[in-house]
């Protein structure tokens, strides 16, 4: 192993598409908009010239492979690298990677970790898997242009990879921010009824501390990291994951948890942030008392129900009349006057209506959000999202002080209904007494929590 074959087998770990020739692979670079020619021809040219220069070299030294390249106007770059392929399957099957269709889904790179003993090789290993999936598009960022971040995008279900590559990084002093993990409790934390959940995994690096500790070998790449950085005010350090402070907030429980593309250790597990993966997951980085702490209170931090879901008048009723709990329900109409739900928010924004006792009941916020989505103007909605839900209703109260909404309240606190204009959302209640009594820990393994289903039983007991 030296530091050029460190590099190439980052760059078709990340990016390599192997199919049925035998003298030919592809390496997929899925830039997007940052790479596309319509966006920046300037840039296209310097990407071109990053892959026939330096990637087109390092293939004929090593592998005695041609390089070629295919662009889309979408920015998708493609390498074709042609020529008798031989050795660079024995390389990957040497480290244990088949050489089938995207690598990065199924690739595991312990074997090749292995043999990266010094933090140079390390290093020019990650700048492969930088320039084919790190992302540094603006957009990367958390929360404000403040805080400019590198993101490693995985397809897939390769739960291990991404574990293996947050190691490596750690044992750089190259800490990372957040795991986006390809799974429900992350990507649709607040709909059990949202089937797209399957975005894929997103290893997130604050650019000053890759910066420092990581390396790009596109020029391109390293040139759009110092422009990004240069939108910071400061510069910033990440903090270790076992000492970081941790924001916990409800998530509801969704059917995707039980997938079977999911691993064995992660499947049938209700997670409840994005550390609580790594204790499951047994990594040495890991904050487990303060995962294992949350585990006292963990009815506040889980929902049976949706916590919010909007939809079309339609298919709320069909949710409603194939759910036997739902259906079941008695409900009682209220006609409730938006400008009085404007008053009570203000009031108290973390109040909870409906309920039976003092910690029971619907939240406000997301009564708020429900009625800003039925209420407004097509104009008004990005998608099913409101434009400001707060100000939709404001607005729509101000014009029409007798303007009311539709609510139905159920007799149990199942979901909460609100309907009206040809929409309708459901809204779960926060019940923590009853919802813990849903939760277990899994014999196999003391940080995975599972969670059956919810009853009638469960909740008339609780009246």
Known sequence: ????????????????????????????????????????????????GDILRKVGQMFRAI??????????????????????????????????????GELRGTADISQVVLELVDDNLKRRFIAGLADTIGSMAKSQRRFTDEHQIISFEIKGYNFKFVCELCRLLYSINCIPDQVNWNHPNIHCTS?????????????????????????FAFRTKAETSNENRRLQREIHAAERCETRDMHFTPSTVHPAENDPRLPAVIRGGHF??????????GCEHAPYCKIREQFEHIGELINPFPILH?????????????????????????NINARTLIEQYNEDKTALLYGTS?????????????????????????????????????????DDACLTVEIRKPDLLTPLVIVGNGRGALIGARNPEVYKKLVTVSPDNEYKLLVREITEEDLSNAR
């Open 1 to 48: 192993m030296d530091t050029d074959k460190a590099y190439l087998l980052g760059l078709i770990i990340g990016g390599g598409v192997f199919g049925n020739a035998e003298d030919v692979f592809n390496i997929r670079l899925p830039y997007k908009k940052w790479g596309s020619y319509l966006e920046n021809p300037q840039r296209a040219g310097e990407i071109a």
């Open 272 to 281: 409840i942030h994005f550390r609580h993966f790594c204790t499951v997951m």
């Open 191 to 215: 709909d059990s009824y949202y089937a797209q959940w399957n975005k894929g995994f997103k290893l997130r690096i604050l650019l000053d501390q890759y910066a420092q500790f990581g390396a």
């Open 63 to 100: 592998y005695g492979l041609s390089v070629q390249y295919e662009t889309t106007p979408g920015g998708t770059w493609t390498i074709l690298c042609e020529g008798d392929t031989t050795t660079v399957k024995n390389d990957l099957m040497h480290y244990g990677i088949a050489c089938e």
């Open 358 to 398: 003092a910690n029971t009941g619907y939240p406000i916020a997301e009564i708020l959000q429900a009625v800003a989505y039925v209420i407004a103007n097509d104009d008004e909605l990005s998608g099913k999202r409101p434009k400001g839900y707060f100000q939709i209703v404001e607005r729509h109260s101000n």
């Open 310 to 334: 909007k939809d079309s008048y339609t298919q709320i009723e069909n949710i409603i009349q194939a759910d036997p709990l739902l259906f079941s329900r008695d409900y009682t109409t209220l």
